[in-house]
């Protein structure tokens, strides 16, 4: 025990002092009035009785006062109750609140009281009978399995099917053609060489190559996705770029890319309002999307959902169909398709060839498709062939009728059990023999049609028998061209292509056939006599080029070093290319808010301007939510858990302040403790809370936009505007980030008894979600997707871990130069240390029961607005940085 010298009693004086004696002689302890049957509330007054009364006679203490002698008389402290003569004070005790020093009220119904209550605690959404000391709030449970989301959406029956007429031709038609288009990177790689032909509007032509040929890179550079290094293109006859008619091009991928939650109608009603021009009345843009329905055959999955795995929907035919939809309904001249028939049968993948074509043909669109290994008769369904061989470079651009008869004049025989296709595809990669040059390399292919196509032939033509076999059941005669001329039929009812002498005697043995001047033409054809020696003039000439073209591959392969250095300077030109792409989108949103403000119409097109945008892509923001109520729910699930779980493990931190110097006075050494330090376990309870937060924030955050990554690169490559799009999704998540708060907070005063208002403990949870949503936006468009959950938890115990401010504490950073200077900032811009600050100063304030003079660790109270305008700032911030990640990264995908 200690006992300072100016406290020892007068009654004492000239004795020895003695503490014991003090305690228990001249002391007793005794129940609080109202308490005499209970041990609830006991407190210590000086002995009236024996020995003890010639020393306390004197000793009276008005109560409200604690006297620890007859001339010492201390104030009792909030929290603390003084009953009349009291030697010390009492901790108001618990299932009771002490209002002021000199009363103890017992706790009423509806409300909690822990030791040291100034006031009774509310027992929001929990069972409190009077004179509870803690709270059981098992009625959050209640609640949240109560609460119904029943989500409103209007639907405008009249949208549906109707029977429509045959489609209207387009009024803007194009024909492209394109010359000489290479792309040739800077350390020598080539990737497309010498590429030339023309595609004709209301024709289909099919795109093939072994893999690694440049396929889809031919339709980038035609398209200005990426840049070309050589080549010109013409669009009806002028010289052009197609990226300028953007608004005009379709581009179907390879994969469904659409959202699965929604329905057909939703996805190419949306499509269409988008990309349809802007002056087209709500009745038309209708017709038109149910002329596409019609067309495609969709019409018994107009309201069924896409689907996805787990949730199937309509089937891949359809799927596939909805895919090329989301392109017609927009009213394109001009068409690119990548692999339309993958990953279907051969009867979806000919439905799917058939019903592009009829469309094609109707319409008058310009349509190429890359296209693998197509069925005989899929393949007849393309008027036009393509075929690309190694290095990007041309092997056939013709008639698809023609091209087996071209192939058989350069030596490559097709046989009964292969398909044309199939045919094609192995002479492009070296797997057939040709049967008139012993030395054939594949290398060659590509000077052969060169030289096809100046009219000479390339190696000498002999007779021999072609035995392709095509079904010709299912296959268009008028596809075949000529070739129909040639067609036998077979004991097996099959039609067989031949180039035997009977069909050879027919013309000269000296003559050649030559690439049609005018591909609207039937069949005539220009036939170019040549003579032997011409023929071998010819062969030593294409030895002496390709011998010419390896010589050159040599030369170009660099040193190390030099590779190095081109390595550098591409990401130079890389970098570069970035900011010009960035600078010229600035220029054409400048353009377009001249010609707005000016009342000028787009030269192109007018379409959906931002604002529709943002009202459309709201729209289906909505849509999505209310089509997929299951997540929302199990997302709601993930808040509540997670708050449920920091609620139990902060239910025992505590706050107790350090006892007031009148009390120090003279204590027992097991109150030493209290005298000199406090018990400050909130800031911890606010650090979990916080973490809690952002786990559960960023973990639901990240879905806004990282699941339809390539659906916002197939948008924005149609005319989306990104602002629009961000906008849209954000006003959708702030109902979901609200409601996500007060589930959170309800869940965690299950076990934990706060003090403060609970609706500022709802402002400070609200802030946080909102700070925490777009942090998963960040992680979602910066983090592949497979890393994305392990990077939420790193990002969450970054910023409620380690930036927290209270291990290192902010007074310690402040002291530190290097720390302060560099990295201070860092604890600034934290939103978990402006929120633990902000709940610290709110819940010691709302005790009141040894207040603290001064707070730690650099708070301030009465800062506590602040700390809420930071995180303020701080979620604009992340909000900010996310939206410049969705316009600045992945600038080739948008393109």
Not at 439 to 458: A, D, M, R, S, V
């Amino acid at each position: 025990m200690i006992i300072r010298s100016q406290s020892v009693p007068p009654e004492m004086a000239g004795i020895a002092f003695n503490p014991v004696f003090y305690y228990t002689q001249l002391t007793e302890i005794k129940n609080c009035p109202g308490f005499e049957q209970y041990d609830d509330c006991k407190y210590r007054t000086p002995k009236r009785t024996g020995d003890a009364a010639q020393y306390t006679s004197n000793w009276t203490c008005e109560a409200g006062n604690f006297c620890q002698s007859s001339t010492l008389k201390v104030p009792c402290d909030p929290g603390f109750l003084c009953i009349k003569d009291s030697v010390e004070p009492v901790i108001c005790p618990s299932r009771y609140y002490c209002s002021n020093p000199t009363s103890v009220i017992r706790c009423p119904e509806g409300f909690y009281c822990p030791y040291g209550s100034i006031s009774p605690y509310s027992c929001l959404f929990g069972y409190c009978p009077a004179g509870s000391e803690t709270h059981t709030r098992w009625g959050v449970f209640g609640v949240f399995l109560a609460a119904r989301w029943e989500l409103m959406v209007m639907s405008d029956t009249n949208d549906r099917m109707e029977e429509l007429p045959k489609m209207e031709k387009l009024t803007n038609t194009f024909d492209i053609k394109f010359e000489n288009m290479g792309l040739r990177f800077r350390n020598g790689t080539e990737i497309m060489h010498n590429v030339s032909g023309e595609f004709k509007h209301g024709r289909l032509c099919a795109i093939m190559g072994p893999s690694g040929t440049g396929k889809t890179t031919f339709i980038n550079l035609l398209t200005g996705k990426t840049k070309r290094t050589s080549g010109k293109i013409f669009v009806n006859g002028k010289r052009s770029e197609l990226s300028y008619y953007k608004k005009l091009i379709g581009f179907v991928p390879q994969e469904d890319i659409m959202l699965r939650e929604l329905t057909v109608m939703d996805i190419l009603s949306h499509s269409a309002k988008m990309r349809l021009p802007s002056n087209w009345k709500h009745d038309r843009v209708k017709d038109k999307v149910n002329e596409i329905v019609n067309s495609l055959g969709l019409n018994k999955v107009i309201d069924s959902a896409i689907g996805y795995e787990g949730n199937r929907g309509i089937s891949g035919g359809q799927r596939k169909r909805v895919n090329i939809g989301m392109e017609l309904v927009a009213e394109p001249s001009i068409i690119f398709l990548d692999e339309p028939t993958s990953g279907l049968d051969s009867t979806m993948a000919l439905d799917v060839c058939e019903k592009l074509r009829n469309i094609t043909i109707q319409q008058g669109l310009t349509v190429a498709a890359v296209i693998h290994s197509p069925s005989v008769c899929i393949f007849n369904q393309f008027d036009d062939f393509m075929l690309l061989g190694k290095g990007g470079r041309v092997i056939y651009f013709g008639e698809t009728g023609k091209t087996l008869e071209y192939f058989n004049s350069i030596g490559f025989t097709c046989s009964r059990d292969t398909t044309p296709s199939d045919f094609f595809l192995n002479v492009a990669s070296g797997k057939e023999k040709n049967q008139l040059d012993p030395n054939f390399t594949i290398e060659q292919l590509p000077i052969y049609w060169e030289q096809h196509l100046k009219g000479i032939q390339p190696v000498k033509q002999q007779s021999f028998t072609n035995n392709c076999v095509i079904n010709m059941e299912n296959s268009d005669p008028t596809v075949m061209g000529s070739n129909s001329e040639n067609l036998t039929q077979t004991a097996d009812g099959t039609s067989t292509i031949l180039n035997d002498s009977q069909t050879n005697a027919e013309h000269h043995q000296n003559n050649l056939i030559s690439p049609k001047k005018n591909s609207n033409a039937t069949t005539n054809e220009l036939q170019i006599p040549h003579s032997e020696s011409n023929h071998r003039a010819s062969q030593a000439d294409l030895k002496e080029r390709f011998t010419q073209e390896n010589q050159n591959r040599i030369k170009n392969e660099r040193s190390f070093g030099k590779k190095c250095f081109l390595g550098v300077l591409g990401l130079i030109s890389g970098f570069f290319f970035w900011l010009g792409d960035i600078v010229k989108e600035i220029w054409s949103n400048f353009t377009s808010c001249i010609l707005f403000i000016f009342c000028q119409n787009d030269p192109v097109r007018d379409n959906a301007g931002i604002f529709k945008q943002f009202w459309l892509l709201t729209k289906r923001s909505f849509l999505q939510i209310f089509r997929s109520s299951k997540s929302f729910i199990i997302d709601q699930l993930l808040h509540f858990c997670v708050g449920l779980f920091i609620s139990i493990a902060i239910q025992h931190f505590e706050f107790v302040g350090r006892f007031p110097d009148s009390i120090c006075v003279a204590v027992p050494m097991n109150l030493m403790g209290a005298c000199a330090f406090s018990v400050d376990e909130l800031r911890q309870s606010g650090m979990f809370i916080s973490l809690g937060v952002l786990f559960a924030g960023i973990s639901v955050g990240t879905q806004t936009f990282g699941n339809e990554k390539n659906v916002y690169f197939r948008d924005t490559s149609s005319g989306m505007s990104t602002i629009a799009y961000y906008l849209g999704k954000f006003i959708l998540d702030v109902p979901r980030m609200l409601l996500a708060g007060v589930v959170y907070s309800m869940a965690l005063t299950v076990f934990w008894p706060y003090k403060q208002s609970f609706y500022l403990l709802l402002l400070i949870v609200e802030l946080l979600y909102f700070v925490a949503f777009p942090m998963g936006y960040f992680i979602s468009w910066t983090v592949k997707k497979s890393s994305v959950p392990l990077a939420g938890v790193g990002f969450a115990l970054l910023w409620a871990i380690v930036l927290n401010g209270i291990t290192p504490s902010l007074t310690d950073l402040s002291k530190s130069t290097i720390a302060k200077s560099y990295f201070y900032w860092l604890w600034i811009i934290s939103a978990p240390r402006q929120a633990i600050e902000a709940f610290w100063l709110n819940e010691t304030k709302a005790r009141g029961f040894l207040l603290p003079k001064t707070a730690p660790n650099t708070y301030v109270y009465g800062e506590q607005d602040f700390n809420y305008l930071m995180i303020f700032f701080i979620q604009v911030g992340w909000n900010v940085l996310s939206f410049l990640c969705l316009k600045l990264l992945y600038r080739r995908q948008q393109k």
